[in-house]
């Protein structure tokens, strides 16, 4: 089986950083994906590792480290915006069937 | 590119009817489509994969025929909620893949079922 665990929620001023960490247990792995939700929305992909390693794009970065089976999703200089829940999730299976995390809820103050 | 459209976006229907939810997507050919739902501050629950032309594998606990998938193209996957009920109720998200990387879902907007 495969699950994951990562933070139920998550606060921060604006301008800040903010890790969201999430860990994950899996028969087999391919990578570790990042969406986004905005309350009342779906979820919009961010990024996606499958390698150790940080991944950067804008504002926003990912982190994998296989053997810790851990990763992390960055997200700088917040904005009101980023206000959403963040799920992560591992595909597996020749379908690459998806299980996602219960979604850390990031809440942006001014 | 990458994207993914759901219709209706809002259904309200009375108990016992049958409603009928398209995915598409747009502008590129889809390998393989998912079906969820989502209630209020949870996470996805996956109902179905479905592949086109076979018929979709169902997640444990989920009823194939109270949900009934049919993926007739490589762009079109439509769930239908069979004699509805106040208890189906929920936010039913499609999403695609084929796209690189392989494994990232492309999601439709979702579409809002109240059942009364």
């Known amino acids: 089986g495969q699950s994951l665990e990562q933070p139920s929620e998550v606060t921060a001023v604006e301008g800040a950083i903010v890790q969201i960490n999430c860990t994950y247990q899996t028969s087999g792995f391919y990578g570790l994906s990042w969406y986004q939700q905005h309350d009342g929305g779906a979820p919009t992909f961010l990024s996606y590792n499958a390698l150790d390693g940080l991944e950067e794009t804008g504002r926003f970065s990912s982190f994998l480290s296989r053997s810790d089976s851990y990763g992390y999703l960055l997200l700088q200089e917040l904005q009101m915006k980023d206000s959403a829940s963040y799920f992560c999730?591992?595909?597996?299976?020749?379908?690459?069937?998806?299980?996602f995390g219960r979604g850390t809820s990031l809440i942006v103050h001014p | 590119g990458a994207v993914v459209s759901q219709h209706p976006s809002w259904v309200i229907c009375k108990s016992g009817t049958s409603v009928k939810i398209e995915c598409r997507s747009l502008d590129f050919q889809a390998t393989t489509m998912f079906w969820y739902r989502q209630f209020p501050k949870q996470s996805l629950m996956l109902m179905a994969t479905?592949?086109?032309?076979?018929?979709?594998?169902?997640e444990q606990g989920v009823e194939k025929d109270k949900f009934l998938i049919n993926h007739a193209s490589l762009t079109l996957s439509t769930l239908t909620v069979t004699s509805a009920h106040p208890e189906d109720s929920s936010f039913y998200i499609c999403?695609?893949?084929?796209?690189?990387?392989?494994?990232?879902?492309?999601f439709g907007p979702g579409t809002r079922l109240l059942v009364l």
């Open positions: 479905s592949n086109e032309g076979s018929k979709a594998t169902y």
């Open positions: 999730a591992v595909p597996s299976g020749g379908s690459y069937i998806p299980t």
């Open positions: 999403s695609a893949t084929g796209l690189p990387p392989a494994e990232t879902q492309y």
